[in-house]
C-alpha cells in the first residue's frame, strides 16, 4: 500500500488475535493489512460520527 497519503503504522497483538486477523481476512479474501484497514477506518466512522 504506498500513495500520498499512506503511513506504516505498527502495533503488537498476542498470537491467537494475529491468527485470528489472518483467518478472518482469509475467509473476506483480503489481505491482512487491507482488512485492517478497513476495520480501522469503520471502527473510526462509528467512533466519530456526529
Same mark, same amino acid.
Given at each position: 500500500?504506498? &500513495?500520498? +497519503?499512506?503511513e506504516l503504522i505498527g502495533f503488537w497483538v498476542t498470537?491467537?488475535?494475529k491468527a485470528n486477523i489472518q /483467518?478472518?481476512?482469509q475467509k473476506s &479474501? !483480503?489481505?491482512v493489512s487491507t482488512f485492517l484497514r478497513i476495520l !480501522? /477506518? +469503520?471502527?473510526?466512522?462509528? /467512533?466519530y460520527r456526529d
Open positions: 500500500m504506498s &500513495g500520498r +497519503n499512506s498470537p491467537d488475535v /483467518e478472518h481476512a &479474501g !483480503l489481505s !480501522l /477506518e +469503520n471502527w473510526l466512522e462509528i /467512533e
